[in-house]
């Protein structure tokens, strides 16, 4: 099975759009397998759909992912068509992940539901989503959706792999139903397979099978130049996050220690990975300059 390292976007300067040119100029120089972007409205981020076409007609070997998309509270007809229209763009480099839930309890009320409906909108939404990408024509009737002869266009010529998020087991089942592949975040290797067998018992019993090499994670790394103020807010942050596990675990410091638990992962079944700096790094450059030079030895 083949490895593959990514990154997570990373903090641009005062100047967004031109430096984020630079930054996706840069990961195609050094050969970097993929840059994912988040979907976070307010921040200074570069919107993650907008960022990807950025991206695919900047490039010709980057593949370019969402870290993950919001589905619930978006209109599944409109994401099917603006994948569609990536994956023309750049066939076989857009890397669609989902999420249930917005990263801030702020964000919220940017993406609607009904009161405690979003997982069962998230499903209907999903499976609208796939079936846009895959039919000419579809006509669907559901609780929150109503489409007739609806269609998107061009249809890829490969279908899209739709990735999900999350650890809950109630996602875990989702997966095995309804997606293609499993991008995890503050999980152990130990956790992370026991969510693979998670994933993979639901989908034995949907009938279906997840590809061996599907499932991926989320690393966050404090590099060298973080400051001691520094690693210490972003381990507060991963214990209020997950207070059951040492945030020694989930926020690594230094490329060693990456790679070592890269190699953990893999271990237990895991290929895909998104590398994460857990604080704002002092230089993209010198990040990617380190990134290539420590993990690239262990994609294969």
């Known amino acids: 099975m083949k490895v593959r390292i990514g990154i997570g976007s990373l903090p641009v300067a005062e100047r967004p759009g031109p430096a984020f040119a630079e930054l996706i100029d840069a990961l195609e120089e050094r050969d970097v397998d993929s840059i994912w972007l988040p979907d976070i409205v307010s921040s200074d981020n570069v919107d993650a759909l907008v960022g990807l076409a950025f991206g695919a007609g900047r490039t010709r070997s980057l593949k370019l992912g969402t870290g993950v998309l919001v589905l619930p509270g978006r209109n599944p007809a409109l994401v099917a068509a603006q994948l569609a229209s990536l994956a023309a763009l750049a066939p076989r480099r857009i890397l669609p992940a989902f999420g249930v839930r917005p990263a801030t309890a702020r964000e919220r009320q940017l993406y609607p539901v009904p009161g ?4 069962a909108v998230f499903d209907e939404a999903l499976t609208v989503v796939r079936r846009l990408l895959t039919e000419p024509r579809l006509t669907h009737h559901g609780r929150f959706f109503h489409l007739d002869d609806a269609s998107v266009g061009p249809l890829p010529a490969r279908p899209l ?6 650890r809950a087991p109630v996602g875990m ?4 139903r309804l997606a293609d592949g499993w991008l995890g975040s503050f999980v152990t290797p130990e956790e992370a397979a026991d969510c693979r067998a998670q994933i993979e018992r639901a ?3 949907a009938g279906r099978e997840i590809e061996p090499d599907h499932y991926g994670t989320n690393v966050a790394v404090l590099p060298p130049e973080a400051t001691d103020a520094q690693a210490d807010a972003a381990l507060a942050r991963a214990r209020e996050r997950r207070p059951d596990v040492e945030p020694e675990q ?3 410091r230094g490329w060693a220690a990456v790679r070592e638990q890269i190699i953990r992962f893999v271990d237990v079944g895991l290929t895909k990975f998104v590398v994460r700096p857990a604080v704002p790094v002092t230089s993209w450059r010198g ?3 380190e990134f290539c030079t420590e993990l690239k030895g262990l994609e294969n």
Do not use: K, S
Request: glycine residues 22%; without cysteine; charged residues 30%.
């Open 116 to 119: 405690g409906e979003r997982g």
């Open 161 to 166: 792999d739709l990735w999900l998020g999350g």
């Open 173 to 176: 089942r989702r997966i095995g």
């Open 203 to 205: 989908a034995a019993d």
């Open 250 to 252: 989930l926020v690594l």
């Open 287 to 289: 990040f990617l300059d």
